[in-house]
């Protein structure tokens, strides 16, 4: 499995936008994009996904680089509710069906 | 939309002793199956897959084992457990292509 990098922390304030990287050099042209969000003792969260192109949903922006060895997982307003571990995942798309967490990014929303 | 029963939420168990963990999911048919453990702090560490009836993938040896008796039940055992088997466990399910769904976890302490 292709391996990402995240910082291990951040910090935002509330109703802020927050910008949280991954990089994934070695991403093959097959994997998927995927992130998650992990609040305190629960399970993960699917936030979003994505294959070449940036996309929105109700909860996030993912913004893909040109090369797909970067990605950004944007939160346009942050509130107190999205402090979270978040996890940047690959995911191979013609045969993978194991998701293959790191360590994430514990990001802190400060009020 | 698929959901993940896990019971129970908590467990304390003494060293030695068997366990049996059990998830069920609603609202799909013929789902991939997972078991993830995480220990404090850290991320998600697949321990078993299944992608059928009867059929398991194990990604890490240890003292645990996985069956999946029906469809949607997948369970997780222990004849003996270790010290080293306390954490946060977690059944996920995927259907296809959609994102992966998380269940609340057990977190299971052994003394």
């Known amino acids: 499995d292709a391996k990402t990098t995240q910082p291990n922390s951040m910090e935002s304030n509330e109703e802020e936008p927050v910008h949280l990287p991954c990089n994934h050099s070695t991403i093959s042209g097959t994997d998927y994009i995927h992130w998650y969000r992990q609040l305190p003792s629960q399970g993960p969260e699917y936030v979003i996904h994505g294959l070449t192109s940036n996309v929105n949903n109700r909860m996030a922006s993912l913004a893909i680089a040109e090369d797909r060895k970067s990605s950004t997982l944007i939160l346009h307003r942050a509130t107190l509710r999205d402090a979270a571990v978040y996890y940047c995942i690959l995911r191979d798309g013609t045969s993978g069906s194991r998701l293959t967490f790191g360590e994430g990014t514990q990001l802190t929303v400060n009020p | ?111």
């Open chain 2, 1 to 111: 939309s698929q959901t993940i029963h896990q019971w129970p939420a908590t467990l304390v168990q003494p060293v030695g002793s068997p366990l049996s963990l059990e998830c069920t999911v609603e609202g799909t048919s013929n789902p991939n199956l997972y078991w993830y453990r995480q220990a404090a702090g850290r991320g998600l560490q697949l321990l078993f897959y299944s992608v059928g009836i009867g059929q398991i993938s194990s990604e890490v040896p240890q003292n645990l084992s996985a069956s999946r008796p029906q469809d949607r039940q997948f369970i997780l055992s222990s004849k003996k457990l270790l010290l080293s088997d306390s954490g946060f466990y977690l059944c996920a399910c995927r259907r296809g292509n959609q994102p992966q769904h998380f269940g609340d976890g057990t977190r299971l302490s052994i003394l």
